[in-house]
């Protein structure tokens, strides 16, 4: 009996099924759509029930189009800022000059810099190299990888910025992963939860560090003081639940070790290639390094305005780095520079900046002020855990953007600043663990599982062990910035 399954039949199923998809695809989009224009209205009608003016409201509903589009429609987040910085211009909320000043270009010129600076490191093998040396330690088994991988990454993270390092981690895990035929989610996972625990650590680690230390007056030294002995905390406490919920994988794990530990072809891995070019570049970045750590005291010997050199270092590194790499200047600009993550940080922070100038920040501060009183240590704790869960939700960047201002105008309540921009540090990036969109190195290492090994992480399997990660080390920082009087000093 001959098939009615014909070529022709089988084309018109696909046709049809192609079109009903895009069809549903349509209706999705349209219900989400609806859905954001709704929230923003009803975001804007609830300011203006609180006090807010109706040109004010109008403002706050712009912006939270803005800042929900990226929830919704993370695809398209550069039209949202742009298109929503384009209505705060016609409504004549902002002047031109002012929008251009709150752009912080002083972070974006830092972010630019840094990104040029560790595409040399890339290129030149270094943190690949790192990782091997710790996988070349004798007697390996699963939880001695787990454990040091953890570390590893955070250490990465906190040396060259949470999307750079966990790029070189993940790659490397897919490699022993696919050595030892075990799965690799529960080893990337660890891997992220820790990247964006050590992120935390210094001002290289996260945007969000940088506009926090560019906006609260905080220095390198001031994160290695108080920030680096918190991450460290956090992240034993990380490592032991890691270790509690992932036993199964890595008893699996300890079995596949036993069978490679003599196997010489375990260390296939990429080093660094022992050449003059790679030891400059090496020097070049160990220089900048040492000179942003100690960029305070620089300041105060040269007598500069504080946080000068924090920002110029890099640029000058940068140049140097594209003047003696100058046949790879063009591709470090147009290849290593995250320039749509560039600019959607740019009009969000000019965004924000709307958001001070108008007096909305001032009015939102002073109504959490009259709702639960000047109390460093409860408006401490409050800021830490909204925006480690608004993290959660809109990634740590845009909720640190949106709690700038309101931060930045308790300020002039006479309220303890020093300890409100720790807690905001912590909350944006230990509550970026609690979802897989809670940070962009969230976003970055799951594509790359997808891309190179059509593995997907779904969004209970995530947050199952995000969860509890993200609220347990938000709460062990909370009683840290609450408790102990060092973090308001």
């Not at 570390?151 to 696919?178: H, Q, R």
């Not at 926090?212 to 905080?218: D, E, H, S, T």
């Not at 897989?436 to 970055?444: H, P, R």
Request: glycine residues 6%.
């Amino acid at each position: 009996m001959r098939s009615k399954f014909t070529p022709a039949v089988l084309l018109r199923f696909c046709a049809q099924n192609e079109a009903a998809g895009a069809h549903l695809r349509k209706i999705i989009m349209f219900r989400k759509f609806f859905w954001l224009i709704l929230l923003s209205l009803a975001i804007g009608v609830l300011g203006y029930y609180i006090g807010l003016s109706a040109h004010q409201a109008v403002i706050v509903a712009v912006f939270a189009t803005s800042i929900l589009g990226t929830l919704f429609f993370w695809d398209f987040r550069l039209s949202f800022v742009f298109i929503g910085s384009g209505v705060l211009l016609m409504m004549n909320a902002v002047h031109l000059e002012d929008f251009i000043r709150f752009a912080s270009l002083d972070v974006i010129l830092f972010l630019i810099s840094m990104m040029i600076i560790v595409g040399m490191m890339k290129e030149a093998g270094l943190f690949t190299w790192l990782v091997t040396l710790v996988l070349r330690i004798k007697n390996l088994n699963g939880m001695k990888l787990y454990v040091l991988t953890m570390l590893t990454s955070a250490f990465l993270s906190g040396l060259m910025g949470e999307v750079a390092s966990i790029i070189v981690v993940v790659t490397v895990i897919l490699d022993i992963c696919d050595f030892l035929e075990v799965d690799p989610i529960p080893l990337i996972i660890s891997s992220i939860i820790a990247t964006n625990i050590g992120s935390a650590a210094t001002v290289l680690g996260n945007p969000v560090g940088v506009l926090i230390a560019a906006r609260g007056k905080l220095s390198f030294e001031d994160f290695l003081t108080h920030a680096m002995p918190v991450s460290m905390l956090v992240l034993i406490l990380a490592i032991g639940i890691v270790l509690i919920y992932y036993r199964r994988n890595i008893a699996q794990m300890c079995d596949k070790l036993k069978d490679y530990q003599d196997d010489k072809s375990f260390l296939y891995l990429i080093s660094i290639p022992p050449d003059k070019r790679t030891k400059i570049s090496i020097g070049i970045f160990a220089v900048t390094i040492l000179l942003i750590s100690l960029h305070k005291r620089l300041e105060i010997l040269l007598g500069l305005t504080e946080n000068t050199l924090l920002f110029m270092i890099p640029i000058i590194s940068a140049g140097i780095v594209m003047a003696y790499r100058h046949d790879k200047a063009r591709y470090y600009i147009e290849h290593e520079v995250e320039w749509p993550s560039i600019l959607f940080f740019l009009f969000l922070f000019a965004q924000a900046g709307v958001i001070q100038s108008t007096g909305i920040a001032s009015f939102l501060a002073q109504k959490m002020v009259n709702s639960i009183g000047s109390y460093p240590q409860v408006l401490s704790g409050i800021v830490l855990m909204s925006s480690g869960f608004l993290s959660s939700g809109v990634d740590n960047v845009v909720a640190v953007a949106s709690y700038v201002p309101i931060v930045q105008s308790l300020g002039t309540l006479h309220v303890n600043m020093k300890a409100l921009w720790w807690a905001l540090l912590f909350g944006a990036c230990y509550g970026g663990n609690i979802t897989l969109i809670g940070s962009t190195a969230n976003i970055v290492a799951l594509g790359i599982l997808e891309k190179e090994r059509n593995l997907k992480v779904n969004f209970m399997q995530w947050l199952r062990i995000g969860f509890i990660v993200g609220v347990l080390t938000m709460f062990l920082a909370m009683l840290l910035v609450v408790f102990i009087p060092f973090f308001s000093s």
